[in-house]
């Protein structure tokens, strides 16, 4: 009787350990909790990556959490689907979750690998919605180059169908180094980039459309003291431009959904430009709702090129900039600031450019004598139509004496109507 007993136990004992083994290998389905399910965002995010999804999951995080990002920053490799995404969120009253950047960063925007705090490698139908991310550190090389950060895992793999949203970021304009390759100047909020996270300056040649950075949403962030706030670098594809980044949107289609970009640029002694929004070949995609301002009061005038948004080249490209409120103050002496700047949408092939309904407003440039200032600027991009309407522009300032100083300039050879 009594060794049945103890065989008993054991047998109940092994049934145990068996069960919680498999849970704790299974993979993750529901909602989870920070602090609770987890102790932390890392480690949820950790958790992720081994196990993969089976449904559904929401990562709830307890508001006013402060963490520390592990050295190397966070990185989620996990991907959801359109029927089972994977959602961080703020829970609970009070302030957003803070991610804090980790120290002793080394790499810099012309190293292969470079510091951010929270990078996704081939991710899909991924949320952030209300996770702020600030980087404390203050001197270079240790600075962060990004806050959140999109890569490739592959020339297959890219990261598609992702929102960030409600999230304040806030990096170091101290970090104006130059970029190489597909990594742009100086420090970047949201940094969309075709290459891998382990080679950042080497651009990448995709070889099918889900290699491509696409129709991601990046809406209602805050993003404070970057050398440029967004930047979305895509693949410079050929006709018909499947392999280019597709349906990328900055800013949504109401002023609840657009984003701050706040006391951008201004680093001491600048050797390099600053933008709210860069991009690089980039199709169909918008920009528009957003509030660019390079100093609230609090920031620092720019001493070299600065622009509001720039939109760079995207051959054949449609191109929506619409409802914007710019406000530039440069401290240059004879670099060219303008308030909105297109390049993309050269080679006329029935595509529509689309600047309107902007306001530039309280624009300044009392330093520069030899430079040139543009408030809308249409450079070269010789697109089928064009249409530049219903924009407004209010106490504009300069002191060049030299250079062109134009509201609204443009040297693209438009084919079939200018409005």
């Known amino acids: 009787m009594q060794y049945n007993l103890l065989k008993f136990r054991r047998l109940f004992i092994l049934y145990v350990v068996l069960v919680f083994s498999q849970q704790g290998h299974s993979q993750l389905s529901g909602n989870y909790f920070v602090p609770g399910s987890y102790p932390s965002i890392s480690a949820a995010v950790s958790d992720l990556n081994l196990q993969g999804i089976s449904g559904p999951v929401i990562i709830n995080i307890q508001a006013g959490l402060i963490e520390t990002s592990p050295a190397g920053g966070l990185v989620l490799t996990a991907s959801g689907t359109s029927v089972n995404p994977i959602t961080f969120q703020k829970i609970g009253p009070g302030p957003n979750p803070i991610i804090n950047a980790y120290a002793g960063g080394l790499g810099t925007p012309g190293t292969a690998v470079q510091d951010g705090i929270w990078r996704?490698?081939?991710?899909?139908?991924?949320?952030?919605?209300?996770?702020?991310?600030?980087?404390?550190?203050?001197?270079?090389?240790?600075?962060?180059?990004?806050?959140?950060?999109?890569?490739?895992?592959?020339?297959?793999?890219?990261?598609?169908?992702?929102?960030?949203?409600?999230?304040?970021?806030?990096?170091?304009?101290?970090?104006?180094?130059?970029?190489?390759?597909p990594a742009v100047d100086g420090s970047r909020g949201i940094n969309v980039v075709n290459a891998l996270a382990s080679a950042q300056t080497t651009a990448l040649s995709p070889t099918s459309s889900n290699g491509t950075n696409s129709t991601n949403l990046f809406y209602a962030n805050t993003i404070i003291n970057c050398n440029v706030g967004i930047a979305l670098i895509g693949f410079a594809a050929t006709s018909p431009f499947t392999l280019a980044d597709i349906g990328?949107?900055?800013?949504?289609?109401?002023?609840?959904?657009?984003?701050?970009?706040?006391n951008f640029g201004g680093a001491l002694g600048?050797?390099?430009?600053?933008?709210?929004?860069?991009?690089?070949?980039?199709?169909?995609?918008?920009?528009?709702?957003?509030?660019?301002?390079?100093?609230?009061?609090?920031?620092?005038?720019?001493?070299?090129?600065?622009?509001?948004?720039?939109?760079?080249?995207?051959?054949?490209?449609?191109?929506?900039?619409?409802?914007?409120?710019?406000?530039?103050?440069?401290?240059?002496?004879?670099?060219?600031?303008?308030?909105?700047?297109?390049?993309?949408?050269?080679?006329?092939?029935?595509?529509?450019?689309?600047?309107?309904?902007?306001?530039?407003?309280?624009?300044?440039?009392?330093?520069?004598?030899?430079?040139?200032?543009?408030?809308?600027?249409?450079?070269?991009?010789?697109?089928?139509?064009?249409?530049?309407?219903?924009?407004?522009?209010?106490?504009?300032?300069?002191?060049a004496n030299t250079g062109t100083n134009y509201l609204i300039y443009n040297t693209g050879a438009v084919t079939n109507a200018i409005n």
């Not at 999109?150 to 304009?173: M, P, R």
């Not at 990328?248 to 706040?262: E, H, P, S």
């Open 120 to 181: 996704f490698i081939g991710s899909d139908y991924v949320t952030i919605n209300g996770i702020d991310l600030k980087d404390v550190n203050t001197t270079n090389p240790a600075t962060m180059e990004y806050g959140y950060g999109f890569f490739k895992s592959s020339l297959t793999d890219g990261c598609q169908n992702n929102t960030i949203q409600n999230c304040i970021i806030t990096l170091n304009t101290i970090n104006n180094a130059t970029g190489l390759g």
């Open 248 to 262: 990328n949107d900055i800013g949504g289609v109401t002023a609840v959904t657009g984003n701050k970009i706040l």
């Open 270 to 399: 600048a050797t390099n430009p600053a933008a709210g929004i860069r991009t690089l070949a980039q199709y169909n995609c918008n920009v528009s709702y957003n509030q660019l301002n390079n100093n609230t009061g609090s920031g620092t005038n720019h001493v070299n090129a600065l622009r509001g948004i720039y939109m760079n080249t995207a051959t054949s490209a449609n191109v929506t900039i619409t409802n914007n409120f710019i406000t530039l103050n440069s401290a240059a002496i004879g670099a060219q600031v303008a308030a909105i700047e297109n390049v993309a949408g050269a080679t006329a092939a029935n595509n529509t450019i689309t600047i309107t309904d902007n306001n530039i407003d309280n624009c300044s440039n009392l330093l520069n004598t030899t430079g040139s200032f543009y408030g809308i600027y249409n450079n070269s991009a010789n697109a089928s139509y064009l249409s530049i309407q219903n924009n407004s522009f209010s106490n504009i300032s300069t002191k």
